[in-house]
């Protein structure tokens, strides 16, 4: 009998040591796991388990998150939320595992997209014990999926631009020499007729040559939208560009009752740029500012610097845009005033973006209207741009 009893007392110890080293196995499996936060739940909804990945997802410790509730973890406190919650337990409860797509938020109460998979955890005699849970961090996912559909977009946008250029250019094309023509024989015909014509009828004969000037030169602003751009890069101010700018587009900005607010960042502002198709960029840009106040108003242009980039900043206190507006203000012939093609900001966006920068608005009617722009640099170039006399400064 004694015997018998030192053996089981060995094989108890046998099966405890073993239940010890897989125990401390599974926990170190579980600790491995840091891509994923893997976190336990008992029937009273209190944490039991909390791995290293959870840990570094969420912001606490094993020993500060066990015993604790959910909803003083990573859950927001709202009845929603707490209801979405219950939810999906019971839907893992009723059919085995349950996986969905929520918010959630670290210890410093900053939220992220997470997926999570619940399943419940039985007994072997199917009592249920508690929850497990998975949590993957979709965060760079979502951030990876938004590239792509942005560079889907702009690919888009960039062949269907080309498609309706290589159209709009072969119909300009065919018009534009007939119109040539026409000038020609109108002028000639005003020279020859110009001693038999009263006032009123030369009054004629100039409109007449006004609006086919006119024709030609929209024919002609299809065209230069229509050829590829060629960027001949160099180091460039974009301050000295900004400032050129607003000097040649003084006229219209006086005649418009528009007060000017210039603010050019004093720091070096030189970057890697086609001076000519920047600057035209910038006359559209700022043109459309104006042209947007047709009863006056308030322009501010601000350039600033940040670490691997230039930026601009163009801001009118017009009329302001609807959201579908401001969706469509870079699409081709796309206006909403009376005159114009509507070809000006898709033209701008098309330059900025052969920079492999970014330009975006933002719009209510009513409200400022601003247009960002921001151009890439190389660190080393921007800081060797010569100083530049341009300032702060306000005029009318």
Same mark, same amino acid.
């Given at each position: ?98 996986? #969905?797509?929520?918010?959630? =938020? ?34 760079i996912k979502r951030e990876a999926e938004t590239s792509l559909r942005q560079m889907q977009?702009?690919?888009? =946008? ?21 119109? #040539? ?50 960027? #001949? ?164």
């Open positions: 009998m004694k015997k018998h009893a030192e053996a089981l007392e060995r094989r108890v110890e046998e099966r405890t040591a073993e239940l010890a080293e897989a125990h401390s196995f599974l926990n170190l499996v579980l600790d491995s796991s840091t891509e994923y936060a893997i976190i336990a739940f008992g029937m009273d909804y209190r944490t039991t388990l909390f791995n290293r990945g959870a840990e570094q997802l969420f912001g606490y410790t094993a020993d500060e998150a066990l015993g604790r509730l959910p909803r003083e973890l990573f859950l927001d406190v709202t009845p929603a939320a707490l209801n979405v919650f219950r939810e999906f337990l019971r839907e893992a409860k009723a059919v085995g595992r349950y996986q #969905t797509e929520i918010n959630l =938020h670290r210890a410093d109460r900053s939220e992220f997209v997470a997926s999570v998979v619940v399943t419940p955890i039985l007994a072997p005699d199917r009592r249920q014990l508690g929850y497990l849970c998975v949590i993957h961090d979709l965060t977009s702009r690919l888009a =946008h960039q062949e269907k631009i080309a498609a309706l250029g290589r159209s709009a250019a072969q119909i300009a094309h065919e018009v534009k020499n007939p119109l #040539t023509g026409l000038l020609l024989y109108a002028m000639h015909m005003k020279s020859k007729l110009a001693h038999k014509l009263n006032e009123s009828e030369m009054a004629l004969a100039d409109k007449v040559i006004e609006t086919i000037n006119h024709l030609i030169n929209t024919v002609e602003q299809i065209m230069s939208f229509a050829r590829p751009l060629n960027l #001949t890069l160099r180091e460039v101010n974009l301050n000295a560009v900004v400032a050129g700018v607003l000097q040649l587009l003084e006229p219209q900005i006086t005649a418009g009752n528009v007060e000017k607010h210039v603010r050019l960042e004093e720091a070096a502002m030189c970057g890697q740029l086609d001076e000519s198709s920047i600057r035209a960029a910038l006359i559209n840009l700022i043109l459309n500012a104006v042209q947007a106040m047709p009863e006056g108003g308030r322009l501010g242009v601000t350039t600033t610097r940040g670490a691997m980039s230039l930026q601009l900043e163009i801001t009118d206190t017009g009329v302001g845009m609807s959201a579908e507006q401001a969706e469509q203000i870079f699409e081709p012939f796309y206006t909403t005033k009376s005159q114009g093609l509507g070809l000006g900001m898709s033209y701008a966006k098309r330059i900025i973006e052969q920079h492999r920068g970014t330009i975006s608005v933002e719009s209510r009617p009513g409200v400022v209207t601003r247009v960002r722009v921001e151009l890439p640099i190389e660190e080393e170039r921007a800081t060797a741009c010569p100083d530049t006399e341009f300032s702060s400064l306000t005029t009318r």
